[in-house]
């Protein structure tokens, strides 16, 4: 379910402020903090958050609000956004440090981390520039999964992978650019990709 920008950001703030003081904000003090002097407009954004399964609240309680997957999945995630990956031409390798709160529903098993998607190559698997991939760091990955893949040690890529034989074929989602095959050697899967956050 996507939500709009400002809903993703009361999202973030929402989860941020029960980590930091282990009960929820109250919709005057999500007013405060976005600049929204109508507590009304404050209460249609947590609905429609409600609405799409992000947020719950609990029955005639204040202070609430919580991440729908609190309980089973632990809520909010804070994880490394580790740079930006190429859903187009293969770019040089990037990392840098941020951090990107993820409902815990998209994280992976192991390590888990968040990668920015520059170009549309992705874009028939509805990946778009600016989206951001949350990916779980594997080394091994599965024919038709979408990975983040590292050639020749230093261009990082996102596409479908298919291994046959001693051949790897990198496959993009757009008719607009052609697959990308490599010998297996010269390809290193840093990551699959897990789930899918866009902002607007």
């Known amino acids: 379910m996507v939500l709009t920008r400002r809903q993703r950001e009361i999202y973030d703030y929402v989860c941020s402020f029960i980590r930091s003081h282990g009960y929820s904000p109250s919709l005057e ?3 405060v903090h ?4 109508s507590v009304a407009t404050v209460h249609k954004h947590v609905q429609h958050l409600i609405e799409k399964g992000f947020l719950r609240r609990g029955w005639n309680q204040s202070r609430s609000l919580e ?16 740079g930006r990956v190429a859903a187009g031409w293969p770019l040089e390798a990037v990392e840098m440090a941020d951090r990107v709160d993820v409902p815990a529903a998209l994280v992976g ?3 888990t981390f968040v990668l920015r998607v520059q170009g549309d190559s992705m874009l028939d ?7 951001f991939v949350v990916v779980e760091r594997v080394s ?9 893949a590292l050639l020749r040690g230093e261009e990082a890529t996102l596409k479908k992978f298919y291994r046959r034989g001693d051949t790897v074929h990198l496959m993009p989602a757009n008719s607009a650019y052609a697959p990308i095959e490599v010998p297996a ?16």
């Open 67 to 82: 991440p729908a997957e609190a309980e089973q999945e632990g809520g909010c995630l804070s994880l490394p956004l580790l």
């Open 140 to 148: 091994e990955a599965r024919n038709g999964e979408t990975v983040v």
């Open 29 to 31: 003090e999500i007013g």
């Open 125 to 131: 698997e509805q990946i778009r520039d600016g989206d």
């Open 185 to 200: 050697s010269d390809v290193e899967i840093r990551g699959v990709v897990r789930g899918l956050l866009r902002r607007y």
């Open 34 to 37: 976005f600049g929204l002097t």
């Open 109 to 111: 098993r192991g390590e």
